[in-house]
Structures are given as C-alpha cells and as structure tokens.
C-alpha cells in the first residue's frame, strides 16, 4: 500500500520568510495530494490540493509542486504570516485501498515567530 | 457548508469499558472515516466505510469496530477500552469516490482518555 513520508517534522521561520514543507510518496498510482491545515484544537481543514495532470497549482500565498517522477511533493508559503502557525498534514490517495482513501504524512509543526 | 459532528467532545472512560464514538455528516456523503490522531504519528486510518452496512479496515483496525447503520452515521466501538487507546479519535467524510479527489471533511474530534 502507500507510504507517505514528510519532512520536516518541525519548522520555525520569521514572519515575511518562505515555508516549504516536503513529501514523498511511495505508489506510483497515486495521483492526488491534498495539503491539510490543523490550528491548535481544531479539525484538520483542506488547504490546496493537486492531481497528477497537473505540475503546479498556486492559491495566493500557498503553491503546490508535484514530481511524479521523483514521487515528490511539496508546499510552499510565501510571506509567512503568524496565522499561518499551525500542523500541516500531506496525503496521497491510495489506490491499493477500495475507495481511494487518503493516506497522511505524520505533519509538521509551523511556527511563524512575529 | 459541510458539517461533520462529533457528539462527544471529551471522554474519560475506564480500562475494560466499552465505548462508543458518534459521528454525524449533513451532506449525504457516501464516505466516511475513523482516525486516530497521536503526536509524532499523523493521523492513521482506523476504518472506513463506503456504503451503508459496508466497512474497510485501515491501518490500525485492532482493538476497534465500526457500524454504519445509517449513510449520515459512523460510529466507532472501543469493545474493551485500554491504555494505548487514549488519542484523539477524527471523524471525517466525503462523497464518492473517495480517490477522485474529493475533499475530505473532518469532524472537531474526540479526545478520549483511558484510565
């Protein structure tokens, strides 16, 4: 099945400064990656999403980028902000399971110091 | 707006007892999830279940149960609650089919302490 990996596990920047939080995926088959937002206490929230079709996708400060040869994605925060504090969560669809259900990374920790 | 409810928000039960989880979803989703969220650890599917009265095991199924008796609930059963079960437990839900990239919706969770 899929086996999605995510790195860094934590990450500090200063507010203004770029984020960009990276991920591997192990089934080639797979072919979509949602990024998801978790603030302190609250649920999970979908942030930006891509399908393999396509290699980049952008959302005002939020970017996307997928390697399907590298089996790599990533994201990417400009201009950080200290609302953009929270865990962020990569997944990758797992077509070995029935539905397509999602499989996560373990998250990372983004703390954007004023 | 897409509402996942998770009816218990915090519980505390005992070692042996069985516990029960209540999620409900508005938006006539075909999908719905059980996670289980621990630091360091992301979140881990439990169970899924695509249909009324059908279930998946996830990755982490032991010790769990789940019934579906109606598509707008999902409920999951701790039959003898332990130790290593204290997590926060995230519904969620989707429409169908799951790996067309429909968004996932996640319930506020339930933070369940075994004592």
């Known amino acids: 099945g899929e086996n999605v990996e995510q790195h860094p596990s934590t990450l500090s920047v200063q507010e203004g400064d770029s984020a960009v939080i990276k991920c591997t995926y192990s089934?080639?088959?797979?072919?979509?990656f949602p990024w998801y937002k978790q603030e302190l206490g609250k649920r999970p929230q979908l942030i930006i999403d891509i399908r393999s079709n396509v290699g980049e996708k952008k959302d005002q400060r939020i970017a996307v980028t997928l390697n399907k040869t590298a089996k790599h994605f990533s994201l990417h925060i400009t201009e950080t902000q200290p609302e953009d504090s929270a865990v962020y969560f990569c997944?990758?669809?797992?077509?070995?399971?029935?539905?397509?259900?999602?499989?996560f990374g373990k998250g990372t920790k983004l703390s954007v110091k004023p | 707006d897409v509402k996942v409810t998770q009816s218990s928000r915090y519980l505390v039960k005992r070692t042996g007892e069985k516990v029960f989880l209540e999620c409900v979803q508005d938006m006539d989703h075909e999908n719905m999830f059980w996670y289980r969220q621990d630091p360091g650890l992301g979140l881990r599917l439990i169970y899924f279940?695509?249909?009324?009265?059908?279930?998946e095991k996830g990755d982490i199924p032991e010790g769990y149960s789940v019934s579906r008796e109606k598509k707008e609930r999902f409920s999951l059963i701790l039959e003898s609650a332990s130790t290593n079960q204290t997590s926060m437990y995230l519904c969620?839900?989707?429409?169908?089919?799951?790996?067309?990239?429909?968004?996932?919706?996640f319930g506020e969770g339930s933070w369940l302490t075994v004592v």
């Open positions: 997944a990758a669809s797992d077509y070995g399971g029935s539905q397509g259900n999602l499989i």
């Open positions: 969620a839900s989707s429409l169908w089919p799951g790996n067309s990239g429909n968004t996932i919706y």
């Open positions: 089934d080639s088959a797979s072919n979509y």
């Open positions: 279940s695509y249909d009324v009265k059908m279930k």
